[in-house]
């Protein structure tokens, strides 16, 4: 099975200045950042998880001279140490890494500065078995208890890949495509599925280009479209009872324009990678050996603790969230041409019922001005919401896991400058209980002092207590459930607080 032995947090600060690239024009304004935290190594060193990776970015802005919008792109390393106390050096170590606020600024035309808060999740994860007693051998005169677990077992994991590739020609009601200024690909919404030995997938990216016709006097205009993916991933030994958790990313993306059977630059062609982090679990009913007595010896049995995990809840819970923005006074904007949001949960509340989640969607739209010099403005805001995902069975130290995607965004003009945003969030929950139970692990015995047993009443009235079984009560008078019932004319062996039952004394000398 998959234990989770700790995790821990740490948000992390980035902060640089980058000057823009002698083949890119001066910087006027900047309208659009984004980032992609890429994960590249993460190891034990003295009881410390040691995180390497980076944060990659792409800024759109506004240039003041021949083109309308510059791209820059590029990245910044980082390294970071988290306490983990409770892991091993053989530990599986997990990283779970939100990007919390990305911002940008204008220094001068030619540099730019950089901040950016990220929050790294480290979990130390074992997979590991669990021994215990489960059946008695060669034991006559010696009578089982045993209980029945629900327990969860980590049955594949894997990080993989699925390559998508597309290809779209641009509509005759458009110009063909001379120059891209910009390209944006995102991921939507990505269902999976498991079958017999593998994982389905099913969802979309969406991809938007800003562009420069093809023309004598070229023009800007964009261009967007969906990117279908479809497929499936090895999982061998994997069937459709099971559960699968899914971290998906971008890996790598390829944008290239190609001519049409006319000789005109009108196909985009998109090769698309995807990461894939999987862990898929199954269902076991673990049948536990709890006590056993015997009628000729006293036995006690010897208890270790053991721990197990179970998944009590899987859960994709939607939240709808709209609200408006308003874009910047002085730019009116004419059309909407693109609109991209990053999810972002604030905080995570167990409940009865469930888990309470509050985040906001911080909004980005890309849209059209009269303005010739600048005909690209950028309008942000944050979108506040809150979700009840729904979780039964919940207890403080359940292990639960959260994630936020979006998988939608629009936008549509309300008034001169307002924008009314539509969205679509998707937080995805799966929660283990936590099972600490004593298993049998071996057994003390000793001879019954029979000399002592012959000298006891032949047959005693009994009071049920509390809490007590049939089995209990035999187990402590070293009788049997079958005797207690017979001399007390029981068909069945269920007894309650406060019943009255004769017991009569067995006496099996060796």
């Known amino acids: ?28 304004s900047i309208m659009k950042e984004q980032g992609n935290i890429q994960i590249e190594e993460v190891r034990m060193v003295d009881g410390k998880a040691n995180v390497k990776g980076e944060l990659a970015f792409q800024l759109l802005y506004a240039v003041d001279g021949e083109l309308p919008v510059g791209e820059m792109n590029g990245s910044i390393p980082f390294e ?17 890494a939100t990007l919390e606020d990305l911002r940008s600024e204008l220094i001068n035309s030619r540099k730019l500065g950089l901040k950016a808060i990220l929050t790294l999740e480290v979990a130390a994860e074992t997979v590991c078995d669990g021994e215990g007693a489960v059946e008695l ?12 677990l629900p327990i969860s077992r980590l049955a594949f994991s894997k990080k993989d890949t699925l390559r998508v590739r597309d290809e779209w020609k641009i509509p005759g009601t458009k110009e063909a495509i001379g120059q891209i200024l910009y390209s944006d690909i995102r991921l939507g919404e990505i269902n999976t599925r498991m079958n017999e030995n593998e994982l389905q997938v099913d969802g979309q990216a969406q991809l938007f280009v800003i562009y420069l016709s093809d023309s004598e006097t070229p023009e800007m205009n964009y261009y967007e479209n969906n990117i279908p993916i479809e497929g499936s991933i ?5 069937d459709t009872s099971m559960v699968a958790q899914v971290v998906t990313g971008i890996h790598s993306r390829d944008l290239e324009i190609k001519e049409d059977e006319d000789g005109e630059s009108r196909v985009l062609d998109v090769e698309l990678v995807v990461d894939f982090a999987i862990k898929v679990y199954g269902q076991d009913q673990l049948e536990l050996l709890t006590d056993f007595y015997s009628i000729t010896e006293k036995c006690r049995p010897v208890y270790e603790d053991s721990y197990f995990e179970n998944l009590i809840v899987q859960n994709k819970s939607k939240a709808r969230i709209s609200g408006k923005i308003t874009a910047d006074s002085d730019r009116t904007p004419l059309q909407i041409w693109d609109v991209s949001g990053e999810i972002r949960i604030d905080h995570k509340e167990q ?31 944050i979108l506040p919401f809150q979700q009840l995902v729904e979780a039964e069975g919940l207890e403080q130290d359940s292990n639960v896991w959260m994630r936020g995607t979006l998988d939608q965004i629009s936008g549509t003009m309300t008034g001169d400058r307002e924008i009314e945003i539509k969205a679509v969030a998707a937080l995805d929950l799966i929660a283990f209980e936590r099972i600490e139970v004593p298993i049998i692990t071996s057994y003390e015995s000793e001879d019954i002092d029979w000399k002592a047993r012959s000298r006891e009443p032949g047959i005693i009235g009994y009071v049920v207590q509390s809490g007590e079984e049939l089995w209990d009560i035999a187990k402590n008078f070293f009788t049997t459930k079958e005797a207690i019932m017979e ?24």
């Open 1 to 28: 099975m998959n234990r989770c032995n700790c995790r821990d947090s740490r948000a992390v600060t980035l902060d640089r200045d980058f000057n823009v690239p002698d083949a890119k024009p001066d910087a006027l």
């Open 137 to 148: 051998e060669e034991a006559d005169n010696v009578f089982a208890k045993k209980t029945t």
């Open 234 to 238: 090895d999982c061998s030994g994997c």
């Open 487 to 510: 001399i007390n004319q029981m068909e069945k062996d269920e007894v309650k607080e406060g019943d009255i039952l004769l017991i009569l004394k067995e006496v099996t000398a060796q």
């Open 351 to 381: 409940k009865e019922n469930g888990v309470q989640v509050e985040g906001v969607i911080d909004v980005s739209v890309l849209y059209l001005t009269e303005d010739d010099r600048v005909p690209l403005a950028s309008a942000k805001g």
């Open 80 to 96: 970071e140490t988290i306490p983990l106390s409770c892991a091993d050096r053989d530990d599986e170590l997990t990283v779970n």
